[in-house]
């Protein structure tokens, strides 16, 4: 009660002593280029002050705690900088950016739960920001994530370095977060990504390895973590609108449809702050005729952010995300002759999703020393299949919740101490998973130290207790260590442990179902217990004259007990079924390298990258299922005044292994023909801003060579594909 | 605006591209490179070396894009999916359907003698023995029903029509029809499936009034 009254007397205060209305205004450019940089974080160290450039560069504060104040500006590929500024809303100052030919220097906030630049993190660490999402016209972040090193999919299921295969839709072994917060559906326990509101993503951090020692279930093979765009000062108008067709099939056997197939959408957003209160508002939509017959998808959702300053240390931010999406039920192909027709059975069946996440956050500064935030989600899932005749074949509805208190403190130069709480509740009615609830609780803390400059280490533990009522109580204990040493100016040695779990979801607990194509049945398996994971690192990374950067990292994950389905006669149910087990004990080991090089002004990007991962059964010898053994990828990037265009290109080998039971059982037919992946992606575009019309316009051309390929067995990934965007602000 | 010269020209070739058997693609970076530079008229800063080793890696993806094939084909279904087809011909009406549960075909690599039926299941589903992934159609009797089974490549003994006549998974089968079994020619046909092999006219007669004899214990 009496901290509930000291919090209502610090909003009320905050209400009736307005704060004074400092501002600043200025534009952020390239130091070389002199150019605009769109999407930098401008913000006021040790508060909740802060904006981002918009398509000009410019950006705008009213609200600074006092009339001389110091921004730190940071952006992705440049180096970030403190700057002091004075109260003048009626001058513009020019900010200029030096460009770092490596993202040493680019701030992130996942690998601690704090602000530090990636150079400090002791793990391995990719980001993508907002301009490549929009450069490579991603309608969703998976179609982004596809260009980071070391990852990739199984349609829509991540992998991170090998440590997840493909687990037929229910759960996740890479930890999916929006703004810090999980987002994970609660009966699936699996990554929805059309959740993620794309064109509101500011930089998206993929922290690869064991995260569980800061954010617990799920984080066992890697984390993600999108955020959020801040709220712009001045009013924004952001429009975006694409349209795109597919080649037609390579091979007359696989054309199912006489016309054109295409895929369009539009987005338009607006963004301003009124005083002390900023909104951001959006809506989206996406239609998309499908390469395939019975693939299409029509979704459409909304965004909305409400962010409140009460005073320069205390913030509170609303944010909701919707979306309502219908699309085909293609499961898998008829043979490889109908390669683009679904198998017989799934034909116009489709999927109908209505999903919804709310997160309240509220962020308070006490000094300069001493900050937090407590952070609280509700994500809604609903989602039906249904025949052509509007049968009900499969319902599922959750509800997932989660709050999680944080404090940070700021001890002295050489020790920072972070701990937080979390709670969690999962509510599941489903036809598949029936009705049941789970609860999670969890402590974690963590010191960072720094012994000199140049050494520094970081210890951090979690514990976490979940239970899912009528099953026995789960307890998990996983630390974590990590050091980060630079020897001399421009290379940095790094290493960590740590250890990462993943409890099963309530739909591996409790999926019972006799809709599989076969007389075998799926029945619950309410013993499972949760999977476990060792991972170990050793990296560095080296910078070359100022404009190149070589980084290598060597990784080995010990899991065990992980969760995989298998097929047993049932004595007591008389028949054959599914049911998941703890089977498997996997040591996955390798290496993953990368050079990045930047010329001519840094006006010419090259980048390669290549990650072997050796992942095998421990108990069996054989490899993992569904994992490559060589991704490569390699990106060149050219940018000149106006005008900006590249090609990516990105090798994943044929993969090994695959679920030979589910061939069988489903059945797929050819469903063990796969090849290697061979994709390379162009684009071309313009920025007309500079002669006074502010349009970007691009052209992408996906898969140009038309090669075809799987990236999950039965389902043909999508051919040559052209994409024309146009997007602008005012 | 600064391009290149023949001194430029001539110190990388002497420096990068002494290997003969490179040089026709060396030719190629130099014209490429030098066109390049020249019409965006840019300063040249880097060193040949580095920029000579990106581009060689370039242009070997370059070819290996070039060389690779197309991905997959729908011509790679005729080659590949060992496996075999044929027609279930139903001799005799089909018994009540309360003791038609199931209807499958199995392709065993021995000969079931006296064998636990429980042990076949387990073979099943271990995948040492192939079976049809979903129930047979029961057309009218004296129809003919085709089929096709795709199965690992291997010496298969004894394929045979197997039904479920009562409610046990484990115990309730019985064979109803034996590929190349008859009266006149008691000993079954042996199927040999190899890579790339799919066999037709494999066909099954069915009776369920006069059964083959019973492999199972």
Same mark, same amino acid.
């Given at each position: 009660?009496?901290?509930?009254?000291?919090?209502?007397?610090?909003?009320?205060?905050?209400?009736?002593?307005?704060?004074?209305?400092?501002?600043?205004?200025?534009?952020?450019?390239?130091?070389?280029?002199?150019?605009?940089?769109?999407?930098?974080?401008?913000?006021?160290?040790?508060?909740?002050?802060?904006?981002?450039?918009?398509?000009?560069?410019?950006?705008?504060?009213?609200?600074?705690?006092?009339?001389?104040?110091?921004?730190?500006?940071?952006?992705?590929?440049?180096?970030?900088?403190?700057?002091?500024? /004075?109260?003048?809303?009626?001058? /513009?100052?020019?900010?200029?950016?030096?460009?770092?030919?490596?993202?040493?220097?680019?701030?992130?906030?996942?690998?601690?739960?704090?602000?530090?630049?990636?150079?400090?993190?002791?793990?391995?660490?990719?980001?993508?920001?907002?301009?490549?999402?929009?450069?490579?016209?991603?309608?969703?972040?998976?179609?982004?994530?596809?260009?980071?090193?070391? @990852?990739?999919?199984?349609?829509?299921?991540?992998?991170?370095?090998?440590?997840?295969?493909?687990?037929?839709?229910?759960?996740?072994?890479?930890?999916?977060?929006?703004?810090?917060?999980?987002?994970?559906?609660?009966?699936?326990?699996?990554?929805?990504?059309?959740?993620?509101?794309?064109?509101?993503?500011?930089?998206?951090?993929?922290?690869?390895?064991?995260?569980?020692?800061?954010?617990?279930?799920?984080?066992?093979?890697?984390?993600?973590?999108?955020?959020?765009?801040?709220?712009?000062?001045?009013?924004?108008?952001?429009?975006?609108?694409?349209?795109?067709?597919?080649?037609?099939?390579?091979?007359?056997?696989?054309?199912?449809?006489?016309?054109?197939?295409?895929?369009?959408?539009?987005?338009?957003?607006?963004?301003?702050?009124?005083?002390?209160?900023?909104?951001?508002?959006?809506?989206?939509?996406?239609?998309?005729?499908?390469?395939?017959?019975?693939?299409?998808?029509?979704?459409?959702?909304?965004?909305?952010?409400?962010?409140?300053?009460?005073?320069?240390?205390?913030?509170?931010?609303?944010?909701?995300?919707?979306?309502?999406?219908?699309?085909?039920?293609?499961?898998?192909?008829?043979?490889?002759?109908?390669?683009?027709?679904?198998?017989?059975?799934?034909?116009?069946?489709?999927?109908?999703?209505?999903?919804?996440?709310?997160?309240?956050?509220?962020?308070?500064?006490?000094?300069?020393?001493?900050?937090?935030?407590?952070?609280?989600?509700?994500?809604?899932?609903?989602?039906?299949?249904?025949?052509?005749?509007?049968?009900?074949?499969?319902?599922?509805?959750?509800?997932?919740?989660?709050?999680?208190?944080?404090?940070?403190?700021?001890?002295?130069?050489?020790?920072?101490?972070?701990?937080?709480?979390?709670?969690?509740?999962?509510?599941?009615?489903?036809?598949?998973?029936?009705?049941?609830?789970?609860?999670?609780?969890?402590?974690?803390?963590?010191?960072?130290?720094?012994?000199?400059?140049?050494?520094?280490?970081?210890?951090?533990?979690?514990?976490? @207790?979940?239970?899912?009522?009528?099953?026995?109580?789960?307890?998990?204990?996983?630390?974590?260590?990590?050091?980060?040493?630079?020897?001399?100016?421009?290379?940095?040695?790094?290493?960590?442990?740590?250890?990462?779990?993943?409890?099963?979801?309530?739909?591996?607990?409790?999926?019972?179902?006799?809709?599989?194509?076969?007389?075998?049945?799926?029945?619950?398996?309410?013993?499972?217990?949760?999977?476990?994971?060792?991972?170990?690192?050793?990296?560095?990374?080296?910078?070359?004259?100022?404009?190149?950067?070589?980084?290598?990292?060597?990784?080995?994950?010990?899991?065990?007990?992980?969760?995989?389905?298998?097929?047993?006669?049932?004595?007591?149910?008389?028949?054959?079924?599914?049911?998941?087990?703890?089977?498997?004990?996997?040591?996955?080991?390798?290496?993953?390298?990368?050079?990045?090089?930047?010329?001519?002004?840094?006006?010419?990007?090259?980048?390669?990258?290549?990650?072997?991962?050796?992942?095998?059964?421990?108990?069996?010898?054989?490899?993992?299922?569904?994992?490559?053994?060589?991704?490569?990828?390699?990106?060149?990037?050219?940018?000149?005044?106006?005008?900006?265009?590249?090609?990516?290109?990105?090798?994943?080998?044929?993969?090994?292994?695959?679920?030979?039971?589910?061939?069988?059982?489903?059945?797929?037919?050819?469903?063990?023909?796969?090849?290697?992946?061979?994709?390379?992606?162009?684009?071309?575009?313009?920025?007309?801003?500079?002669?006074?019309?502010?349009?970007?316009?691009?052209?992408?051309?996906?898969?140009?060579?038309?090669?075809?390929?799987?990236?999950?067995?039965?389902?043909?990934?999508?051919?040559?594909?052209?994409?024309?965007?146009?997007?602008?602000?005012? | 605006?600064?391009?290149?010269?023949?001194?430029?020209?001539?110190?990388?070739?002497?420096?990068?591209?002494?290997?003969?058997?490179?040089?026709?693609?060396?030719?190629?970076?130099?014209?490429?490179?030098?066109?390049?530079?020249?019409?965006?008229?840019?300063?040249?800063?880097?060193?040949?070396?580095?920029?000579?080793?990106?581009?060689?890696?370039?242009?070997?993806?370059?070819?290996?894009?070039?060389?690779?094939?197309?991905?997959?084909?729908?011509?790679?279904?005729?080659?590949?999916?060992?496996?075999?087809?044929?027609?279930?011909?139903?001799?005799?009406?089909?018994?009540?359907?309360?003791?038609?549960?199931?209807?499958?075909?199995?392709?065993?690599?021995?000969?079931?003698?006296?064998?636990?039926?429980?042990?076949?299941?387990?073979?099943?589903?271990?995948?040492?023995?192939?079976?049809?992934?979903?129930?047979?159609?029961?057309?009218?009797?004296?129809?003919?029903?085709?089929? /096709?089974?795709?199965?690992?490549?291997?010496?298969?003994?004894?394929?045979?029509?197997?039904?479920?006549?009562?409610?046990?998974?484990?115990?309730?089968?019985?064979?109803?029809?034996?590929?190349?079994?008859?009266?006149?020619?008691?000993?079954?046909?042996?199927?040999?499936?190899?890579?790339?092999?799919?066999?037709?006219?494999?066909?099954?007669? @069915?009776?369920?009034?006069?059964?083959?004899?019973?492999?199972?214990?």
């Amino acid at each position: 009660m009496m901290k509930n009254s000291i919090f209502i007397a610090i909003i009320f205060s905050s209400l009736i002593f307005p704060q004074s209305k400092n501002s600043v205004r200025g534009k952020v450019i390239s130091f070389e280029e002199k150019s605009p940089i769109i999407g930098a974080s401008v913000f006021v160290p040790n508060t909740s002050i802060g904006t981002s450039t918009g398509i000009d560069g410019k950006f705008i504060i009213t609200n600074l705690p006092s009339a001389n104040a110091t921004l730190i500006i940071s952006a992705i590929g440049f180096k970030p900088i403190n700057v002091a500024v /004075e109260s003048d809303s009626a001058i /513009e100052m020019v900010i200029e950016l030096s460009s770092s030919p490596v993202q040493t220097q680019t701030v992130v906030v996942t690998a601690n739960k704090r602000q530090q630049t990636l150079e400090e993190v002791p793990v391995s660490m990719s980001i993508i920001d907002a301009k490549l999402i929009s450069s490579r016209t991603a309608i969703s972040v998976d179609d982004a994530l596809r260009y980071i090193p070391g @990852v990739n999919f199984n349609q829509t299921q991540m992998n991170i370095r090998a440590s997840s295969g493909y687990s037929r839709g229910v759960g996740s072994r890479v930890l999916m977060l929006v703004d810090g917060m999980p987002l994970l559906a609660g009966d699936t326990g699996e990554i929805t990504f059309e959740s993620i509101p794309i064109f509101q993503i500011d930089r998206v951090e993929v922290l690869k390895g064991a995260g569980s020692a800061l954010y617990g279930s799920g984080a066992l093979g890697g984390v993600i973590n999108v955020l959020t765009k801040e709220i712009s000062e001045e009013p924004l108008f952001r429009w975006k609108t694409y349209s795109g067709m597919y080649s037609s099939p390579k091979f007359d056997e696989w054309k199912w449809s006489d016309k054109t197939r295409f895929t369009n959408g539009e987005y338009i957003g607006f963004e301003q702050k009124f005083d002390n209160i900023g909104i951001s508002t959006s809506l989206h939509r996406t239609f998309d005729d499908g390469y395939r017959e019975n693939d299409w998808l029509r979704r459409y959702s909304g965004f909305l952010k409400i962010k409140y300053d009460f005073s320069p240390t205390q913030a509170f931010t609303f944010t909701t995300t919707g979306f309502l999406q219908q699309r085909g039920d293609f499961l898998w192909w008829k043979n490889l002759t109908n390669a683009l027709r679904p198998a017989d059975g799934q034909r116009n069946a489709s999927v109908t999703s209505l999903r919804w996440n709310n997160t309240a956050h509220y962020t308070l500064y006490v000094n300069e020393n001493i900050f937090g935030d407590v952070k609280v989600v509700h994500f809604h899932s609903n989602w039906h299949r249904d025949s052509l005749n509007l049968k009900r074949m499969d319902e599922s509805s959750s509800d997932a919740f989660t709050v999680d208190a944080q404090g940070n403190l700021i001890v002295n130069k050489q020790n920072i101490l972070t701990v937080g709480i979390v709670g969690n509740r999962e509510e599941v009615q489903s036809m598949t998973f029936g009705t049941h609830v789970s609860n999670g609780f969890a402590l974690y803390l963590q010191d960072e130290f720094t012994f000199m400059q140049n050494f520094s280490a970081t210890a951090g533990v979690r514990y976490d @207790v979940q239970q899912v009522k009528g099953l026995s109580q789960n307890e998990q204990i996983n630390p974590k260590f990590g050091m980060r040493y630079s020897p001399y100016e421009g290379s940095t040695l790094r290493a960590s442990v740590g250890r990462g779990f993943r409890a099963p979801s309530i739909g591996e607990l409790y999926v019972s179902t006799s809709n599989t194509g076969s007389s075998i049945v799926v029945v619950p398996s309410t013993y499972l217990k949760p999977e476990h994971s060792w991972s170990y690192e050793i990296g560095g990374t080296q910078l070359i004259s100022g404009e190149s950067m070589v980084d290598i990292a060597f990784f080995q994950s010990d899991l065990s007990d992980l969760i995989e389905p298998s097929v047993e006669l049932d004595q007591t149910l008389n028949a054959a079924v599914v049911r998941f087990r703890n089977i498997t004990q996997a040591r996955i080991q390798g290496f993953e390298t990368g050079y990045h090089s930047q010329w001519f002004d840094r006006a010419l990007s090259f980048e390669v990258n290549y990650n072997y991962n050796w992942a095998v059964n421990r108990e069996t010898g054989s490899f993992l299922k569904y994992r490559p053994r060589h991704i490569a990828m390699t990106n060149i990037s050219y940018e000149q005044a106006m005008f900006n265009g590249g090609i990516d290109f990105r090798f994943i080998s044929r993969v090994e292994e695959i679920d030979d039971n589910l061939i069988k059982l489903a059945p797929i037919n050819n469903g063990e023909q796969r090849v290697p992946i061979y994709i390379v992606d162009v684009r071309i575009a313009a920025n007309l801003t500079e002669i006074g019309y502010p349009i970007n316009a691009s052209l992408n051309i996906h898969n140009l060579l038309h090669y075809n390929y799987v990236e999950l067995i039965g389902n043909i990934a999508p051919p040559r594909q052209f994409v024309v965007t146009l997007e602008g602000s005012l | 605006m600064k391009v290149l010269n023949r001194s430029h020209l001539k110190n990388t070739q002497s420096m990068s591209f002494r290997d003969t058997k490179h040089r026709e693609i060396s030719i190629l970076f130099l014209i490429i490179k030098t066109r390049f530079l020249t019409s965006f008229g840019m300063t040249i800063k880097f060193t040949f070396e580095i920029v000579s080793d990106i581009c060689y890696f370039i242009i070997f993806i370059f070819l290996v894009l070039v060389g690779c094939d197309k991905g997959l084909t729908p011509v790679s279904n005729t080659v590949i999916s060992p496996g075999f087809s044929g027609t279930i011909t139903y001799k005799s009406p089909f018994p009540p359907t309360d003791s038609l549960i199931d209807l499958r075909i199995v392709a065993v690599p021995y000969y079931p003698v006296d064998t636990l039926f429980q042990d076949i299941l387990l073979k099943v589903f271990s995948g040492e023995i192939a079976y049809s992934p979903n129930k047979l159609s029961t057309l009218d009797s004296g129809a003919t029903a085709s089929y /096709e089974m795709l199965v690992t490549p291997k010496t298969y003994y004894y394929i045979a029509v197997v039904q479920q006549y009562g409610p046990s998974t484990f115990s309730q089968w019985r064979v109803v029809g034996v590929y190349g079994y008859s009266l006149a020619s008691p000993t079954p046909k042996t199927v040999i499936v190899t890579d790339n092999k799919f066999i037709s006219g494999i066909n099954i007669d @069915v009776d369920f009034y006069n059964l083959p004899p019973q492999p199972f214990k």
